[in-house]
């Protein structure tokens, strides 16, 4: 029988961490693999749970023939705006198949923009009818605003004690004016479960830089969702879905806009 | 061993870039794809509503669409956009005329030797001509003396009384605001009013003119 050499003993000692490397890395790949495939179903499943709720919901409205569901949503999308316009307030209407916002008020168009880019959920398109008007058959009302810009800016000034210290107020006031370069984006909870987010965009190229940059909407959007995301692997429970429609309009009326509406306000919305 | 190391490190390195990408980027992608909600049964459709054929969804849509035109005045109406100080003249739907305002400053002025305090905004909303009137002659209020740090004079001291101040023309909307025009036309387009609406010569006779005594003015 051959002795062990002290060599021998090495080699054998590196096989043996060579074997423990490869069953590392085994358990690396299958746990990423696994976590992977864990997370991707119970994201699958809370988007499936959401319409299964919405279709629960849509069972007390009356039925929709599905070869007429342009002229329903037409129909719907019109009673929708009457009943906006017998209130008092400021309301949204956001016709995604003429691709148009508009600011109502008493029933008449005080601004209307083209909307530049919009992006909707893939919940929104396996929608079916009764779903649909569950949903948009009448205006929907605004629960929670969130902007990157001052909803309703005011400022507190001191009154002068006397006339040289007013003229030294008017003329600082004077000097302000130049107009502040900010970012616009805003998002709102709907009553019905999804949000709408707004960012204000004056070309595509400058969205682009924007995200790059960090001060665009989805940029923010995506840094929730990390965190949001790990929270919910680690807990294994399934993350929380919201469908969302993201609208891109030029900057200042996204800045009127997010300014006219009211904390409360209708919204009708056309897809 | 080091060799070792290096596997292991990128071993690690590559399943947690496949993991972070998968779940910031693949899967939220196919959540927001109609991919997710394959295969989901829609809820139950039934063969239409009761009574609803084509055409007379159609005569709905009609009688709708006349029903939300006929909110929009007829006659001349003003939208005025205090965000971007601009307003929009308009009879029908038609635009007659457009051009740069001022509106209010959004500022609290407090004073509190005086135990005084307004607030200097634009409302929105809609509101009608109450009254018109040419040459108009302001009546400074009291805060008109507080912010030009001088002392209030009495209800009807004749220091109260300016004109030329606003203009050519002057169209109340209630509550104190009206739209007149301005000596300040340097400021125009800037959100520096007391709230009312302040236009340049030109579309202030313009808007003087074609607004009667009761047309609307949408303000936002």
Not at chain 1, 161 to 174: G, M, R, V
Not at chain 1, 212 to 220: A, H, Q
Not at chain 2, 66 to 93: E, I, W
Not at chain 2, 177 to 201: A, F, N
Request: charged share 25%; proline share 3%.
């Amino acid at each position: 029988m051959k002795e062990n050499s002290e060599e021998d003993f090495d080699s054998l000692f590196v096989e043996n961490k060579r074997s423990g490397v490869k069953y590392i890395v085994i358990i690396i790949v299958l746990s990423v693999l696994t976590l992977t495939a864990i997370y991707a179903y119970l994201s699958v499943s809370s988007v499936r749970d959401r319409m299964k709720v919405a279709q629960v919901q849509a069972e007390g409205s009356p039925q929709i023939n599905s070869s007429l569901l342009t002229q329903f949503k037409e129909k719907a999308w019109l009673e929708s705006r009457i009943k906006m316009a017998n209130g008092d307030s400021i309301g949204l209407s956001i016709d995604l198949e003429q691709r148009r916002i508009q600011l109502e008020l008493k029933g008449v168009v005080i601004l209307s923009s083209k909307i530049r880019d919009c992006s909707i959920s893939g919940f929104f398109r396996k929608m079916d009818g009764n779903v649909y008007f569950a949903m948009f058959g009448t205006p929907l009302s605004i629960q929670q605003f969130k902007s990157s810009i001052a909803k309703n800016p005011f400022k507190i000034v001191e009154a002068p004690k006397d006339t040289i210290a007013a003229q030294a107020a008017a003329d600082a006031a004077a000097k302000k004016d130049s107009l502040a370069d900010e970012n616009v984006f805003w998002t709102v909870k709907l009553d019905r479960g999804f949000d709408l987010d707004i960012q204000g965009i004056d070309s595509i190229a400058e969205a682009q830089k924007k995200y790059e940059l960090g001060k665009g909407f989805e940029f923010e959007r995506n840094l929730k969702n990390i965190a949001s995301s790990f929270q919910h692997i680690l807990r294994f429970s399934k993350p929380d879905y919201t469908p969302e429609i993201l609208i891109s309009i030029p900057e200042n009326e996204a800045k009127a806009i997010l300014r006219a509406l009211p904390r409360n306000a209708l919204v009708t919305i056309r897809i | 061993m080091i060799r070792n190391f290096f596997i292991y490190l990128a071993v690690l390195i590559v399943g947690i870039l496949f993991f972070a990408s998968m779940v910031l980027f693949a899967i939220p992608a196919f959540q927001e794809s109609t991919l997710a909600l394959t295969g989901l049964s829609s809820s139950s459709s039934g063969s239409g509503e009761a009574g609803t054929d084509k055409q007379s969804i159609e005569a709905d849509v009609n009688k709708l669409q006349k029903r939300l035109d006929s909110f929009t005045p007829t006659n001349a109406y003003m939208v005025v956009n205090t965000s971007d100080n601009h307003f929009f003249l308009y009879k029908g739907k038609q635009l007659i005329r457009d051009g740069v305002c001022s509106t209010g400053k959004n500022e609290k002025l407090v004073s509190a030797e005086r135990k005084y305090e307004h607030v200097f905004y634009t409302p929105f909303g809609v509101r009608k001509v109450l009254r018109k009137a040419t040459n108009p002659v302001w009546k400074k209020p009291d805060w008109a003396f507080i912010e030009d740090g001088m002392p209030i004079p009495s209800a009807n001291d004749p220091s109260r009384w300016e004109t030329g101040t606003l203009g050519a023309y002057k169209m109340e909307i209630g509550d104190g605001y009206m739209i007149h025009g301005t000596i300040y036309k340097r400021r125009m387009g800037m959100s520096v009013t007391h709230g009312c609406i302040r236009l340049l010569d030109d579309d202030l006779e313009a808007v003087y003119k074609a607004m009667e005594v009761g047309s609307k003015v949408y303000i936002y």
